[in-house]
């Protein structure tokens, strides 16, 4: 029975260790440039916009802003040069 308590215990320190961390926001016009900055550097991530689908077909897919996160064993390598990212994105 202890045994099981330290297996979940594990299993959930080890399920929140992969949890994707918010990484930065940026407008849609600029979320190409935040892509390639991910992908150059090999980091996977997820993007995921803030208005929904009704929204941005009512106000133009330009309104839309993407939050993008990324693993958290990746955070140190992404912040290396996030300071050109944001000034990049008008995100200062």
Known sequence: MFLD???KKKEEETASEQ???F???SPMVWSAHV????????????KQGRRGAALAVEL?????????????EAVESAMEEID???QLVHFE
Request: overall charge negative; hydrophobic content about 30%; glycine content about 6%.
């Open 5 to 7: 308590l330290f297996k």
């Open 19 to 21: 949890e994707p961390v």
């Open 23 to 25: 990484f930065i926001s």
């Open 35 to 46: 892509e390639s900055y991910l992908e150059e550097k090999g980091i996977p991530y997820l």
């Open 60 to 72: 133009g897919a330009t309104q839309e802003i993407y939050d993008y996160y990324i693993p958290s």
């Open 84 to 86: 050109e990212l944001k």
